[in-house]
């Protein structure tokens, strides 16, 4: 009952509030649609590489200029992302596996911007996707899962809980999560203290994990990737321990979204260390 709850609410927000187009290679804020890519094509070039151009960063190959979905130069602030996303590209073998490419899609989501969203824009929609977080959800109706829940995830909500200095509660109930909207604003504040790059960086992990909390634990390094991602599908993993599963579907998925999720961890903190050492210049 808990998932239908939180599914009815999710869908209602990809109905009402985006609009995406139907482009490859960009991060979708509502994760949970089909995600539409480009066929695999093959590989086109021998050697990538990266250069400076106006205080920016370009990656190359075979010294043509990387070019996004929208024809704009890719161009990023971040000297150490524009060597990640190089490697991305170096690593492709005879095809190019653009679903693969996750910092190339981030970046390329940051600089086409399909959605015409703003900072504040992003930010509402994490700040909102609390009211339907995954570990804010805790079933009362299976007292083995519960126990499971609260030994699981009650440590990240308190850890969540000191380090922004809020107060959200937990529901075991037919009802949403106490989430207030005080406890929004101190986290939306948070949030738009990072630059545009990282805050969508934050949305990928948040649709990724279907958490807030867990994006958030991630990219601060309370946990690890392999532990967000596996905190996400508590209830899934608690499931196939009992009824089983199939082994090799489980752990594509499961590396899947690790793939992702570190992708999270890397464009938040390449964006975030460029955005603390530009202030540290311009003061």
């Known amino acids: 009952m808990f998932s239908i709850m939180k599914g009815i609410s999710q869908v209602s927000r990809c109905i009402f509030n985006i609009t995406v187009p139907n482009e490859a290679s960009y991060s979708r804020i509502c994760y949970n649609q ?11 070039y021998k ?12 990656v190359t190959l075979d010294q043509r200029r990387l070019k996004t979905p929208k024809g704009a130069v890719f161009s990023v602030e971040s000297e150490p992302l524009a060597l990640a996303v190089a490697t991305e590209w ?12 996750h910092l190339t899609t981030l970046c390329n989501t940051v600089i086409d911007n399909p959605n015409n969203s703003t900072k504040y824009d992003i930010v509402n929609y994490i700040t909102d ?3 339907t977080d995954t570990v804010l959800f805790q079933a009362n109706d299976e007292e ?14 308190e850890w969540f809980n000191n380090r922004f200095n809020v107060n959200i509660q ?16 101190t986290l939306r504040k948070h949030l738009m203290s990072h630059n545009f790059a990282a805050v969508n960086g ?6 990724t994990l279907k958490s807030v909390v867990l994006t958030l634990a991630c990219t601060e390094r309370f946990i690890s990737t392999e532990k967000a991602v596996l905190l996400s599908r508590l209830e899934e993993e608690y499931q196939t321990g009992h009824w089983g599963r199939v082994e090799w579907a489980h752990d594509l998925s499961q590396q ?3 793939a992702r999720l570190s992708a999270v961890v890397l464009f938040v903190y390449f964006n975030s260390q460029f955005h603390s050492s530009q202030a540290k210049t311009t003061r």
């Open 90 to 101: 170096d690593t492709q073998k005879d095809t190019i596996q653009r679903s693969k490419m």
């Open 144 to 157: 083995e899962l519960l126990k499971f829940q609260i030994n699981e995830w009650d440590p990240v909500i």
């Open 256 to 258: 899947s979204l690790q």
């Open 34 to 44: 089909t995600r539409n890519y480009s066929a695999a094509s093959k590989r086109f």
């Open 202 to 207: 934050f949305m990928y992990g948040v649709d």
């Open 129 to 131: 996707y609390l009211d």
């Open 170 to 185: 937990k529901s075991v109930q037919m009802d949403l999560p106490l989430v207030s909207e005080n406890d929004k604003a």
């Open 47 to 58: 050697k990538t590489g990266i250069l400076r151009s106006d205080g920016k960063f370009e």
